[in-house]
C-alpha cells in the first residue's frame, strides 16, 4: 500500500511504497488546463483515467511496448515501476486540431498526410515548449534517446488507432512521456486517459476528451465514462489478445 507522498501533480499523486523500485499512482478528480489557468473537477475522472490506463499498458505490452505498468490497486490508481524521466513530452498527431490547427493554418478536423510527431520541453513554469533535436541536445538529451522518443510514439500510434477504431474513436492526437528504468531501459510512462488524448466519435465527431472541459462544451463526465466503456466493453470480451 501506499506509503509515502512522493509528488502531487495537477492530475495524480505518486506515492512511494514498501516494494523495492515500485511506486502507486493514484489518479485525482481534479482537472486543469492551460497550464493551471483553468480549475475544475466531475466525478469517477480518477476512475476512468487509472482503469483506462491500466488496460492500454497491458495491451501496448502484449504488443511489443515496453512501459512502466505493473498492475492496477484499485479503481483509482496503479503501480508502475520507478522510473528515471526525459524532460521531453512526445505528442503524435493524425488529424489537425488545437495548437496545430492554428500554426498549420488548418480548418480542425484535417486529416494530416501522415502522422506528426513534436517533442516538448517538460517544464510547467515554461509553458511546456516545443523544441527540436538542437534544444534538446544543449539540454543533455542525446541523439539516440530523442529518436527512441520519436520511434516508440509512432509505435504506439500504430498500435492505437486501430485498437480505438474498432471502439468507433479516432485518435486524433496524444501525449506520452519517457523514463529509463533500474535496468537502463527506456519505457512507456505516465497515462493514455481522455487526459492526454483527443478522441472523436469516428461516425458524430464528437469530441469525448478533455476538449470539452478545456472549450465550456459541457458533458465533460458523461464523455469520460463513455470512453471507459467502450474500452472496457470489447477489452472483456476478449480484445487483449
Known amino acids: 500500500m ?37 480549475r475544475g473537477s466531475w466525478k469517477d475522472k480518477g476512475r ?26 484499485d479503481d483509482a490508481a496503479i503501480k508502475t515501476k520507478r522510473l528515471d524521466m526525459l524532460p ?7 488529424v489537425a486540431a488545437g495548437s496545430l490547427a492554428r500554426r498549420l493554418g488548418y ?15 517538460k517544464d510547467d513554469e515554461l509553458g511546456d515548449p516545443m523544441l527540436n533535436w538542437y534544444h534538446f541536445r544543449e539540454l543533455g538529451v542525446s541523439d539516440e534517446d530523442l529518436e ?3 520511434e516508440l510514439g509512432l509505435k504506439v500510434n500504430e498500435i492505437l488507432t486501430p485498437f ?5 474513436v479516432t485518435l486524433v492526437d496524444f501525449k ?26 469516428k461516425e458524430t465527431g464528437e469530441k469525448l476528451d478533455k476538449d470539452r472541459f478545456r472549450r465550456d462544451m459541457g458533458g465533460v463526465e458523461e464523455a469520460y465514462a463513455e470512453m471507459l466503456r467502450r474500452v472496457q466493453e470489447i477489452t472483456q470480451r476478449g480484445a487483449v489478445d
Open 2 to 38: 501506499p506509503e509515502e507522498l512522493l509528488y502531487e501533480g495537477k492530475a495524480k499523486k505518486v506515492f512511494a511504497t514498501d516494494e523495492e523500485g515500485v511506486l502507486v499512482h493514484r489518479y485525482k478528480d481534479d482537472a486543469t488546463a492551460f497550464n493551471a489557468q483553468k
Open 48 to 73: 476512468t483515467n487509472a482503469t483506462m490506463s491500466a488496460t492500454i499498458f497491458a495491451y501496448l505490452e502484449v504488443h511489443g511496448v515496453p512501459t512502466h505498468f505493473v498492475e492496477q490497486v
Open 88 to 94: 521531453i513530452e512526445v505528442i503524435v498527431r493524425n
Open 107 to 121: 480548418e480542425e478536423g484535417t486529416k494530416l498526410r501522415a502522422p506528426i510527431v513534436e517533442l516538448c520541453y
Open 148 to 150: 527512441f522518443c520519436e
Open 164 to 168: 480505438f477504431d474498432e471502439r468507433g
Open 176 to 201: 506520452i512521456e519517457i523514463g529509463r528504468d533500474a535496468e537502463g531501459r527506456l519505457v512507456l510512462a505516465d497515462e493514455i486517459s481522455p487526459d492526454t488524448c483527443r478522441f472523436w466519435d
